[in-house]
């Protein structure tokens, strides 16, 4: 079935960095852009970046714009998610989401994965 | 860009019908057709109802419907039922920044 997997998170310290995985399977990831959402604790959804299905656009949340770096490996059907100079705002469930639409950014998205948790903690 | 406003909680009893909104300016809810709205229960991922203000993916009820009108977009949930209790969020597309989610809403069925 459609199915996004998230893994990567723990407990860090608080200034160092961690990359988050979300592996995909059963359907064509290559063809889909794909979305990073953080939630924080009892907080709403926040949208942090997408890349287009061939990584050629990118585009970044004003609040993670520079320490966050999205990318994608479509031969390994695995989408990335960079976190640099970790604060304690950046705790939350982060999920990764497909866009609705194939090859086009639809501005909505169909298929969440289960979430991977990031505590930043001293 | 600020986050969408929507009510902290909306109630209704099973059978009736409920509509949570959604408030935003011309720069997203106002100015594109591409509001959905996202149903959370507690410990789960966000799931689509509704995009393009709208439209309802492969699956969803009917009992679920999506209008706007100016800067405010609508989710109305007909023929409440219990498990349709959770959170609500209504996003949009902005001329700033591609994506914005509202603040969210509880409902809950008396």
């Known amino acids: 079935q459609v199915q996004l997997v998230e893994s990567g998170g723990g407990v860090v310290q608080p200034g160092t960095s961690l990359r988050l995985s979300c592996a995909a399977s059963?359907?064509?990831?290559?063809?889909?852009?794909t979305h990073w959402v953080r939630q924080a604790p009892g907080k709403g959804p926040e949208w942090v970046a997408v890349i287009s299905y061939d990584g050629s656009h990118i585009f970044y949340a004003d609040s993670v714009k520079g320490r966050f770096t999205i990318s994608r490996d479509n031969s390994k059907n695995t989408l990335y998610l960079q976190i640099d100079s970790l604060r304690g705002e950046d705790t939350a469930v982060y999920y990764c989401?497909?866009?609705?639409?194939?090859?086009?950014?639809?501005?909505?998205?169909?298929?969440w994965g289960q979430g991977t948790t990031v505590t930043v903690s001293s | 860009q600020s986050a969408l406003t929507q009510p902290a909680s909306v109630s209704g009893s099973p059978g009736q019908s409920i509509t949570i909104s959604c408030t935003g300016t011309s720069s997203d809810v106002g100015g594109y057709d591409y509001v959905s709205w996202y149903q959370q229960h507690p410990g789960k991922a966000p799931k689509l109802m509704i995009y393009?203000?709208?439209n309802r993916p492969s699956g969803v009820s009917n009992r679920f419907s999506g209008s706007k009108s100016g800067n405010t977009a609508s989710l109305t949930i007909s023929g409440l039922q219990a498990e349709d209790e959770a959170d609500y969020y209504c996003s949009s597309y902005t001329s700033t920044i591609p994506y914005v989610f509202g603040t969210g809403t509880k409902v809950t069925v008396l």
């Open positions: 059963g359907f064509t990831f290559s063809t889909y852009a």
């Open positions: 989401a497909r866009d609705q639409l194939e090859w086009l950014l639809s501005y909505s998205m169909d298929v």
């Open positions: 393009d203000v709208s």
